[in-house]
């Protein structure tokens, strides 16, 4: 039927009306958007600070990127334009939004092309410009439905329009790149290009920006590392999109989409990569809050003092509950995006670890072998199946399974059932991790079978912590035994026994009886055990005693002075821990960790001048202003005169005594002082060692002192700790670029001859 003329102009009528109406709704909703009635809108302050949840990076003295500090998702690093490559702007403008330079946030051209392709039912390619995407990312949380997704976008287009007033369309890429999450923990262009290529984002090859630019439309979907041929359509996508955009040619086109996908890519986790330990140290530390002893439980009241201590002398730990940002907010590792600058050398510390891995690995197959087809396994023979049974549960109600066990509500009893009920896990090896089914229980007691060690190395002049080891495998093993850990340290203690007898007067040639002493003391008499009958009723002089580190000899120079004086003396050494002022001090009872060992032994090239170790050199915020700087802090302990002679007792002990293998087996001949250290039953395993530039302490043993080798040969310091120091040292001395050379002499005056009549 036919319209009439009456017909129309009502058709005509309500059509207008209802066009003006929708405009009239459009302009309503803009305006209840612009001023904050209608959805959130970002205040002008916000939007000239966007939120940017940025990770702490953390450096070597060598400028490597060791690692960062960030949150679960953020491992964000912002970077400026200028810092990255070309080939990654021109893919994300030729790909995203070609018209970028022509729009003010919202590409009208788009939209309607956009408008017209639902319509037509046909794909006329997306509508948000890298402005309004960048919108997004910054202000608009996942809608949980399709409503609330079409709410979301007028408020972007109106966010877009307000950035694009106050930033540069430079300032709009850089700020997009950086927002952007790339997945595998790779927030922004700078994670993604060290993680997926591990180049910088300035250094990005054309197909490698592709690549990255190519996840931009879905990363999840085209993810390189699982999903590698369709992340590839995807990159040649791009490349079509540039060569549209007139970037690139057809040739260059044809030629790149032939190439095939090639990653470099290296997980981001706190748990892998380079000094792991020593990252996990910092971070404590770092983030640590004023210690309260009742935070502590009963038997971590050495641990308490130590952090007590930590907080009123070292401007390190607590740093960001120390120091307030200018809003007056305390600083945060995780999201500040600060740099922190380390005295590690990661030449060195890779050293350490290949050093570490190397022997360990030897060590460990020749444990298992002793402890194979035995009962006790991994402890010692003398220990009951009681005793055993004690410390494996023990080890049951400290783990973390037993933890959420008992958070969920679990009896003791359903506890223990599950523990001894064989479930699928991983357990360690040095060849990765084995999937295997066992009992929890039976877990614990495997993993009791892997010796654990700590190792470090610092400049005795400045106290630079060069290589920092604190255990084998963090994710496996993760209780750092550098600072964490005290074990006792044998006989690495005499060389403290020692110097208070040169500062007393005394020479490396002055003759002691070698035979066995008894010393009566309030709780009894001591007669201390010696491994060698050697020399037995013969004078001998100090320098034999200590090069062979005779017990009897340092039982008869106790018996001169004063557990008192050996334990003032070993505090100004560095040591913090209880040390009981008893006679038997003098064979090493006490527990020590490595890093005071080593802070203490800085005295010995250093003229009696100890030096403090030193892990940060400065922190900067993210503008790069300088926050936090540290310097070394130096005490002098004992003369210098003392200091020569020491040195000329400690080198005895790897030219002649019982650190010897480093000539005879490890072929290293540059300037060596050094005590190896046993403890009773073989527990621990230990080894000093400074050279005139580098001091270096290793302990090895077993995560309890149960666990220790049956036979002295291969349980002594000199076979479990000091192969660790001397393949290091190796390495260190075989790279010219580190400066250590085998011609190096300690700071000892020529005249000073401590050979006169000394055999």
Not at 353 to 373: D, I, S, Y
Request: charged content about 25%; overall charge positive; some cysteine.
């Amino acid at each position: 039927m036919a319209l009439t003329d009456d017909s129309r102009k009502k058709i005509k009528k309500y059509f207008w009306r209802f066009f003006y109406t929708c405009i009239g709704a459009l302009v309503l909703m803009f305006a209840l958007i612009s001023i904050g009635w209608l959805g959130y809108l970002p205040e002008i302050k916000e939007l000239q600070n966007p939120i940017n949840k940025a990770a702490t990076e953390i450096y070597s003295s060598d400028m490597a990127l060791l690692g960062r500090f960030s949150l679960a998702k953020e491992n964000r690093v912002p970077i400026n334009y200028n810092e990255i490559d070309k080939d990654v702007i021109n893919a994300l403008i030729a790909t995203e939004d070609v018209r970028f330079y022509k729009h003010s946030g919202v590409d009208g051209r788009a939209l309607i092309r956009v408008f017209f392709g639902l319509f037509t039912n046909s794909n006329s390619g997306g509508g948000s410009t890298i402005t309004q995407q960048l919108a997004k990312q910054l202000y608009s949380p996942s809608a949980s439905n399709i409503f609330k997704r079409a709410l979301q976008k007028p408020i972007e287009w109106v966010i877009a329009v307000k950035l694009e007033r106050m930033y540069s369309k430079e300032e709009i890429i850089a700020m997009y790149l950086n927002q952007f999450d790339f997945l595998n923990n790779a927030v922004g262009i700078k994670s993604a290009a060290q993680v997926y290529f591990n180049t910088t984002a300035d250094n990005l090859s054309i197909e490698q920006a592709a690549t990255l630019v190519g996840m931009c439309k879905n990363p999840s979907y085209f993810n390189p590392v699982r999903h590698i041929e369709r992340t590839l359509g995807r990159r040649n996508v791009v490349f079509d999109q540039m060569r549209k955009a007139d970037m690139i040619t057809r040739e260059q086109r044809d030629s790149l989409s032939k190439l095939p996908l090639k990653l470099n890519y290296k997980r981001v986790d706190h748990k892998e990569g380079l000094a792991t330990y020593y990252r996990e140290f910092l971070r404590q530390i770092l983030m640590a809050d004023e210690p309260s002893r009742s935070d502590y439980a009963d038997w971590q009241k050495q641990k308490y003092l130590d952090d007590k201590w930590a907080w009123e002398n070292n401007p390190l730990y607590g740093f960001c509950k120390k120091n307030k940002k200018p809003d007056g907010s305390n600083y945060n590792i995780y999201t500040d995006g600060l740099k922190i600058y380390t005295t590690i050398d990661s030449r060195m510390q890779r050293y350490a670890e290949e050093a570490v891995e190397e022997h360990m690995l030897k060590l460990q197959k020749n444990f298992f072998r002793e402890k194979r087809g035995r009962s006790y396994a991994p402890f010692s023979r003398d220990l009951s199946p009681q005793e055993i049974d004690d410390i494996l549960k023990r080890a049951m109600r400290q783990s973390e399974r037993y933890r959420l066990m008992s958070d969920a509500g679990m009896t003791k009893a359903e506890i223990t059932k599950a523990f001894n009920t064989k479930t699928d896990m991983q357990v360690f090896s040095y060849n990765g991790m084995i999937d295997t089914t066992m009992t929890p229980m039976d877990s614990i007691r495997y993993h009791k079978h892997f010796l654990r060690c700590g190792f470090m190395s610092m400049d005795p002049s400045n106290g630079y912590v060069k290589a920092y080891v604190g255990g084998t495998n963090i994710t496996a093993f993760q209780y750092d035994m550098v600072s964490s850990g005290r074990r006792q340290i044998g006989s690495t203690v005499k060389p403290y026994l020692y110097t208070l007898a040169m500062e007393e007067g005394m020479s490396p040639c002055d003759r002691v009886l070698c035979a066995p002493i008894t010393i009566q003391t309030s709780s009894g008499p001591w007669t201390p055990k010696n491994s060698s009958s050697a020399r037995m009723g013969e004078m001998v002089t100090l320098r034999w005693g200590l090069a062979n580190s005779n017990n009897w000899i340092s039982a008869r120079l106790m018996n001169q002075y004063t557990p008192e004086t050996l334990v003032k003396l070993m505090q100004s050494f560095g040591i913090r821990g209880h040390l009981d002022p008893v006679v038997s001090l003098a064979l090493g009872p006490c527990e020590v960790s490595v890093s005071e060992m080593v802070d203490a032994y800085t005295a010995f090239p250093s003229k009696g001048i100890r030096v403090e170790p030193l892990y940060v050199t400065r922190i900067e915020d993210a503008n790069g202003n300088v926050i936090g700087s540290f310097v070394p802090k130096m005490q002098e302990i004992f003369s210098e005169t003392t200091a020569y002679k020491m040195i000329y007792l400690l080198r005895s002990v790897v030219d002649e005594g019982t650190g010897g293998r480093i000539r005879s087996v490890y072929g290293l001949t540059m300037p060596v002082g050094g005590k190896t250290g046993t403890t009773q039953n073989n527990s621990d395993g230990w080894f000093m060692g400074f050279t005139p530039k580098l001091v270096s302490g290793v302990w090895v043993g077993g995560e309890e002192r149960s666990i220790h080798f049956d036979g002295m040969a291969q349980g002594q310091g000199a076979s479990m700790a000091l192969p660790i120091w001397a393949i290091y040292m190796k390495k260190v001395y075989a790279n010219p670029e580190l400066g250590y050379r085998y011609n190096d002499q300690f700071d000892v005056p020529a005249d000073f001859n401590p050979n006169e009549a000394c055999e």
